[in-house]
């Protein structure tokens, strides 16, 4: 088929086309870049990524407290997470920290040509970013943070050599606000000449200020070089990507199983790029030779999963088999020793699979009524190191209009002799009759969204003294306050997952994270403002009781309780382990605002307490619960409830988890 008549052919396909089709992570919780607003709507798109969704997605950092975290970032709550075991070394799922991470996509993906026709090509790219944890919340320049304030962080444009580098970052760099790409990267990517090999349709990118030339922050979909963070437009556009990038692949959910191939052979974390650098750390040069002749060192960078400083020369490094994982003497992506090699601990191959199915128009379910979802097992560093991490899920839809692999620079312009595409082409159904117009943005044909989580921590397993052989599922809670209207395109509470099944003798780590200021007020933007729910106003809150069964909506008394005989404490909040049963239920009810029951046993305990009364609604109780690690020892079937948001009539926020 010619261009002009695929189009008529896929006329009521491309009518969808100007539909925005976001992507809203909801565990872990996705920030849509908010922070802690009680609006409706996001402050700031471009706080510290871009991710082409509706304002009024994404949940607010978590609170520790009862109390906004206001301007105290050590008051947030950072998700803490058991990093897995040295399971490279270990069978099935010994070892493993397990992660559910859920979401809602669009404008629909995944399915086969057969079965579950789809009607665009669309991958989802999952990843992460760690670094080792620092004492205070905020860090310093480089470290990962949510910030307090939802201002962007400050970008000065530099002059064609990049001088004064070090003084410019100290000056645009603040620790009161959201970082997580770094400085460097973005004024790397600032500098750097855009690809032009790439199939850009009919938008003209703009010249970068001061360069004189279109850098990697002009892309197809970014043609005037928007800033959003320290994101480089081009890497966030474009995967795999062909230059060092902070990023490590956990997955990619492919268009088809075909594409595994490409994707895994390319990705970052096995495929080590070059990279120009020049003395002072100008690089524009994107090939070798123009690299060499200006100047600039053509240099070999890898991805890592941690650094192995300990060992300072290629044979040590090298011979080391630690946790089945591999060493290699070579140079780090983000080296700070001048980019001479040095011992870093490799990466896998990412997973790769087909996306799963979900039906187009509909941020809802996939098959069989069940949440979007992907098991990440967790990483294990060797290092035994705290670390300090984000979550980025992008969603990358593309149509069938023209092949996006074989379509590239020599398309650029003039539709349709050689652009397989136009920005609101007028088509004829019928020769010189009426001439119809589509609405194609050009911009974004063939386009990605993303959202990233807040900072969370994954805690080395040693600093809870748990066996390395230990299974652990994570147990968390979704959603934000308010009814489904109000918290459209979030989600309303519920446990996540809500149904669990382990094996005897499996871990889950029970914890929860909510907000002070989900007010949720107005400008409504496209949707309803409020938050209706119990208790105070603009607080989440959440607990854990005991039911019979989830069919009704009463706890169960504490003496008829089933759920604390089968566990065991291996770890909790506080320290101590010797918990009764008793102390551990009402541990649980009051999201830890009661640490046991009895006053031998621990300092803020709820009989005959001086402390006040928790409220019947958990109002004076924390928004977030650090958790409780436990064991099931028997096998059954544990129903529970949420004492706060679950209601007959409108609202279930119950859960089961069935031991086999
Ligand atoms: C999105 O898909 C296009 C192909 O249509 C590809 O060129 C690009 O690299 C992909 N980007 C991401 C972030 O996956
Ligand atoms: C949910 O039900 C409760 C109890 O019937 C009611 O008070 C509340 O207003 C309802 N909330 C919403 C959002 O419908
Ligand atoms: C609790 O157990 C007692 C004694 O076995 C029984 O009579 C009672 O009905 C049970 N209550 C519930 C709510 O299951
Ligand atoms: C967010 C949410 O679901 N909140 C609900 C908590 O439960 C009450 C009913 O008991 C609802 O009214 C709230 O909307």
Redo the contacts with the bound molecule.
Sequence with gaps: MGPAGRIVALTCVLLLGGVAADIYLHVPRGCNNRLNENTATRTNANRVFDSQNNNRGGYNVGDKTDRPSGKDQEKQYRMKYFQSGSWKTQSGDDGRSFLNIEWTNQHGCGGNEDNNPQKQNCALILQYMCQDDVDSAQGTADSLRNGHVTATQGYAQPNKNNVNAASRKGKDVKLDRGLHEKWDWYNRCYLRERNKGLFVADQKLAETKNMGYSSAINTRQNPTGNRYGYECPEERDYFPYWHPSPWVDIAVLAESASMCQHYQSKSFNVQPYHECIHSNGWSRYTSEKACTDNGGRWVLLHNYLEKASSKKNKNSCEKTKTSGLTYKWAVAHDSSNGYKPECLVMLDTPACSEAPWSRSNHLGNGMDGLPLSYKWTLPHFPSGKEKRCVFRIRYNISTDDYDPYNTDHTQNDNFPAKSPVRQNPYVYVMKQVSPLRLTINTAQYGRVFQDRSHVFQLRPRNQAKLDTKFTIFNLNVRGKR???V?VYPAVEYDFAPNELRIKQGNLVHFQWTGSNTHQNGGNGGDGQAGA???GKEGTDRNNLVEMLDRSGNFPIPYENSTLWDAVDVVWIYHGNKGLSKMDLAINMASSGYYQCAKKEKCQQYAVDNKKPKMSNVLDNAPASYEGVLLRFTKKGTYHFMCTRNN?????SQKAAIIVE
């Design positions: 308010g009814n489904i109000q209706a729910g119990e209601s007959f009539s409108n609202r």
